[in-house]
Every structure is written in C-alpha cells, then in structure tokens.
C-alpha cells in the first residue's frame, strides 16, 4: 500500500508562517509523500516563496510540488522553485521523480498545467494571436506532462497539477470560468500513462473528487475544497504496464 | 459671526488656556467645537476642548493649576477636566482609544482665535475624531453634520473614511452627508459610481487583485444596498482586512460578512482508493 498526501491552494504569505506547519505534526506516521498542488504563495513574490519553503522543509516525507498561477503572479517563479528546492523540496514542470516507499515505487510527473476548457467546449488555435498563445501553451504543458508520466519507471504513477483535469470536481464553480480552471488534455495525457491517480488544485469552489474518462481517480486538493490541512489517499501500487 | 455672552466668556477662557499651554512649553491644539468654529463652524456655547499628548497632560494639568484653574476628578482614562471659573476645559489626550500623536500636532495649523493665533486641530482629524466618537449612546448628529457642512471644502473626506472605516456609525454618518449633497460621490473611486449590475463583478476582481487582499475565492452579492461577501479566509485577520478594503472600496454600501475563517478545522482521514 502507498499512501500519498496531498494538498494545493495553501496561499501562504508572512502573515501565515508556522500556522501551517503547525498542523503537520501527524504527516510522517500517515503518509508517504506530501504533494503540493501549486498556489503555494499568494502573490507569488520569492518572499512568500521562503515561507512556503520554511513551512514545509523537513517533515520526514518527500515533498513535491508543482507552481500555480500564483506563484506566477510576479515573475518569480524561478526564485521560488530555487527556495523549495534548497529546503529539499522537489518542483516539478513537465517532468517527474521517483520516489521508494516500504509499498512500492512511486512516480510522480507534475506540471502547474493551464487552462483551455473541456473537451466540446474549448477554444482552438484559431484566430487572435493572444487566444492562440493561450491554446498554444495549454497544448505545450500537456504534452509535456503526458510524455513526463509516460517516463515514470514505477509501481504506481501519480500526475499532478495545478489547474484541473476534469470537469467533474470544478462542480460549484460557475461554468462560465471552466476554460480558466482546466484542460481536458491534462486528462487525456493521464489517461495515456496508466495512472493510478491525479491530483490538481486551483478550483476552490470545487468538489473532491471525480474521475478522467479513461476511469482514473481524480482528487482535486485546494485547501478550500478539502477544509482539513492535507488528504491521504492510500492505493494499491500498479504493475507496470507491459510494453507493446 | 453671532457671539452670545457665554461663548464670549468662553473665548476668553480659550484665550487664557492657550497662553497658559504655550508659556509652558506643552505642544497643543484647539481641538472639538472651538476648533471647528476657528475654521468657520458655528461658535459653540459648551466647553473648550484641546488636544495635548498622552505623555503631556500631567505637565498641562500642572502648569494650568498654578495659573487658578481648578482640576476636577474624572472617572475618563482619556481626558482631563479643569474648570475656569464655570467654563469648563477638556484637555483630551486619547478620543476613542486613539492617542493624540505629535503627527497631529504637527497637523494642527496657526490660526486667529479671539485675537491670538493658536494651533487649530486640522480639519481632517477634527472630523475623523467626532465620527469615531460616536457610539451606541451618543450618535447625535446634528452638531457634527453642522461641522461637516462648515468645513466640508477642508477636509480630506476619503482619508476620512479610510479613518474611520470600521465604525459603522461613522458609514451611516458619511452616507448621509452624501445623500445630503454636503460631500460628493466618492470621486477617486469610481466603483462607488458603479451600476450595481456591474459592482458585484468588479468588487471581486478588485479584492483579488488588492495586495492587502489578494483573496480570489470571495463571493460577492449585491442587494440593493447591502452588499454579502462569502468565502473562507485563512486568518482572522485576513478577513478583517477583506472587510476594510471592500467597505472602502464601496463605502455607500453596507458591507456584511458571511466570511468564514480557517479552512483547515477538519480532521485528517484517510481515502482508500481500492
Ligand atoms: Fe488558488
Ligand atoms: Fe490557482
């Protein structure tokens, strides 16, 4: 059995530090790796960064994270990612790590994803160049992410994002802004990589849980969403898949 | 101006305090009714109000005692009381829990009183501290609305609100100087010019994009004139800043707070995912 923590959306700034940490206390015993769903900080300044990077360093799990659009907001993605990465804290963006635990290997390929809308409902590379960049990088980061987690050399395979894959844990968020929450391609890259299960956050109006149309648990993580400090998700590991 | 015998006698009394306090050294300025008057206002017939340090007050209460005022005993941890002749003097130090600065004093403008220049309190802080004054029980507002008819073009009426942002008192006091015509619509900001169809929208995206905010999930409902806000916020104090920023940002609309704080309260429990 693997059991994975997750959590997204924490939004920290200095006004917040060790109130975090402080509900952490527990995560060893119960989980085997924290994800962080990305909107780590609040407005995305190397500042807010090094909280985030205080609060979750050395808890006795592996942590890994992907960035949200947060975390985007001034520019300072890169000192971010530096900070979490000096505290041990792995940053995924269209790659992937693989971590051993005492039920298996787990991998895990993350990106902070983009939005562009649900399969039906999406917009295409057509028109304006701004909607084009806009579709244009939503297609990037998927193809990315897939090819990341068909890479994964593991037991179990987990994908991780920041904007959502599916619809179905956007419910409670008004339709009208699904196109900024998500992207039916970060499905479908989870769906061509034999996942166990995929975490994203962002959607803090959503719903827990849903499932990608190739039958994979989705589990959106915002802090909003979940109301308790982290969930845990215990899986049984996958065999790999066998090579055609 | 129209001056009856007491306000006469009171002047004079003014007059007295004002040299008493500059010829002691302790920094001062006309402060409540006599300061409104000095700026144009209606003179007052009650008492005479100064504004000294909190660190100050012993030093003018000492230096006034030996000129013949008498001190009187006040169960107030905010003013001090002396008595000239029958006129009664307030020396206030700390109006509604917040403290006379040097700041203010500095403030305070040399003006023509009774034939003496005096330090008058400005314009903005007298009006900011009648407005926090008011209370469950004593929220009279004629005698402040006459202040702010008189000294309207003076005042500072945004830096006002944002003073007094979180007395509910002091809104209902500034919106009805706006229906009064007496101050205008909010000009330098023009969400409180807003279609209300539109307001809800805008005071979102606004509370997102606030840095002393930065709050994205809040939900905004408008009402006629209420406006409800909804959401969680990771801090208590987070939350009263959501409502101080939205309240300035919409200061003609009764802000309500369906907020809710800590979204962390649950239990950590476990998922199988067979
Ligand atoms: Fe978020
Ligand atoms: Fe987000």
Not at chain 1, 138 to 144: E, I, L, N
Not at chain 2, 78 to 107: C, F, N
Not at chain 2, 142 to 165: F, G, N
């Amino acid at each position: 059995m693997i059991r994975i923590a997750a959590v997204g959306d924490v939004h920290l700034d200095e006004e917040m530090r060790g109130h975090y940490r402080s509900r952490l206390d527990g995560l060893a015993d119960s989980a085997d790796v924290l994800l962080l769903a990305g909107d780590l900080t609040k407005h995305g300044t190397a500042e807010e960064g090094d909280v985030v990077a205080a609060e979750f360093r050395g808890l006795g799990v592996p942590v890994v994270a992907v960035l949200g659009n947060h975390d985007y907001h001034c520019d300072a993605q890169d000192a971010i990612t530096e900070g979490l990465r000096a505290e041990g804290i792995t940053v995924l963006e269209g790659d992937g790590v693989t971590l051993d635990s005492p039920g298996g290997r787990i991998g895990i390929a993350g990106t902070k994803g983009f939005g562009g809308g649900f399969a039906g409902k999406c917009a295409s590379e057509f028109g304006e160049p701004e909607i084009k960049g806009f579709v244009r990088h939503g297609r990037q980061v998927a193809h990315r992410f897939g090819a990341a987690l068909r890479d994964l050399d593991a037991d179990l395979r987990v994908g991780l994002t920041h904007y959502a894959p599916v619809k179905d844990t956007l419910a409670g968020e008004p339709p009208e802004i699904y196109p900024f929450l998500g992207s039916y391609l970060l499905a479908e890259a989870v769906d061509g990589a034999k996942v166990g299960l995929a975490v994203h956050g962002h959607a803090h109006a959503g719903v827990e849980c849903g499932l990608t149309p190739g039958g994979v648990r989705v589990r959106n993580v915002a802090l909003p969403v979940l109301r308790r400090p982290y969930a845990v998700y215990r899986l049984e590991a996958v065999p790999e898949p066998v090579a055609v | 101006m129209r001056e009856g015998p007491e306000t006469a006698a009171l002047l004079t009394t003014l007059k007295r305090v004002a040299i008493i306090l500059k010829d002691a050294g302790v920094p001062f300025a006309l402060s409540g009714s006599f300061a409104a008057y000095a700026r144009g206002a209606t003179a007052s017939d009650h008492d005479v109000d100064f504004a000294v340090l909190p660190g100050d007050v012993e030093r003018a209460v000492d230096a006034l005692a030996r000129a013949g005022l008498e001190p009187v005993r006040v169960a107030e941890d905010w003013l001090a009381k002396m008595y000239d002749d029958a006129r009664q003097v307030d020396l206030i130090y700390r109006p509604s829990e917040h403290p006379v600065t040097p700041e203010m004093l500095g403030r305070a403008a040399p003006m023509k009183v009774n034939s003496i220049h005096v330090p008058v309190l400005d314009a903005t802080d007298l009006m900011v501290m009648l407005l926090r004054a008011f209370t469950e029980h004593h929220c009279d507002f004629s005698a402040p609305l006459e202040i702010a008819r008189a000294l309207r073009e003076q005042v500072d009426w945004p830096a006002v609100r944002a003073a007094t942002a979180d007395s509910p008192y002091a809104h209902a006091f500034l919106v009805l100087l706006r229906h009064l015509a007496v101050i205008g619509p909010n000009e330098e900001n023009p969400m409180a010019r807003e279609e209300p169809q539109y307001l809800a929208g805008h005071l979102q995206q606004a509370l997102a994009e606030d840095p002393r905010t930065g709050a994205l999930g809040i939900r905004v409902r408008v009402h006629g004139t209420d406006v409800h806000l909804s959401g969680d916020l990771p801090s208590r104090e987070r939350r009263r800043m959501v409502l101080a920023v939205a309240r300035e940002m919409v200061p003609d609309y009764v802000v309500h707070d369906d907020l809710s704080v800590d979204p962390m309260e649950g239990d950590t429990e476990e998922e199988r995912l067979a």
